[in-house]
Structures are given as structure tokens and as C-alpha cells.
């Protein structure tokens, strides 16, 4: 009855992310010790197929905060990194604008 019109923009998944430094170490840690996890080939089938779904900006973007917080060049661009990469503490918070 007003007339009122909105605009909603979805800036990304983690918009509110505070990060938890303690359990980034336990699982950094962790990951170092045990290893990335090992998927079956039904898996990476079913995860290349929703992966392609992800714009290409979401991807660089994706690479970028990784390769930002961590200090490590991502050259692969596979839906699951093949290593692990350092852990850094980030004073960075992303929080809704």
C-alpha cells in the first residue's frame, strides 16, 4: 500500500564470520597430524557437479582469502585443495555492512 520497494544483495556465505583462533589451531593441528580427508569417487563426481555451479568470481574470490590468509599461492582450482595449508591468525572480521 505504500509503494515500498527493497533491494536485498547476498554479499557471501560467511557475511557475519568472527573468527575462532583456538580452534583453528586444534584443527590445523589436527589436519596436520591425520591428513585431509579421503573421498570416494562418487564424491568428487558429485561435488565437481555442484562445484561447477560456483560462479568464477566466487571461485577467485575464494582463492584469493585463501591464498591472503594463508600466505600460500593456490594454483589448483579443484572443488577439495589437495593439501593442507598453514594456519594464520586473521584479525580480519566480515561482518554485514
Do not use: W
Not at 1 to 26: R, W
Request: glycine letters at 4%.
Amino acid at each position: 500500500m505504500t509503494d515500498t520497494q527493497m533491494e536485498i544483495s547476498f554479499d557471501k556465505a560467511c557475511s557475519n564470520y568472527i573468527p575462532n583462533h583456538e580452534l583453528g589451531t586444534v584443527m590445523h593441528k589436527n589436519l596436520e597430524k591425520f591428513g585431509l580427508p579421503v573421498y570416494e569417487e562418487v564424491e568428487h563426481v558429485f561435488a565437481a557437479e555442484i562445484y561447477e555451479q560456483i560462479t568464477k568470481e566466487d571461485k577467485e574470490n575464494t582463492i584469493n582469502e585463501i591464498e591472503k590468509s594463508s600466505g600460500v599461492t593456490v594454483a589448483e582450482e579443484v572443488p577439495f585443495l589437495t593439501k593442507v595449508i598453514p594456519y594464520q591468525e586473521t584479525k580480519e572480521y566480515y561482518l554485514v555492512r
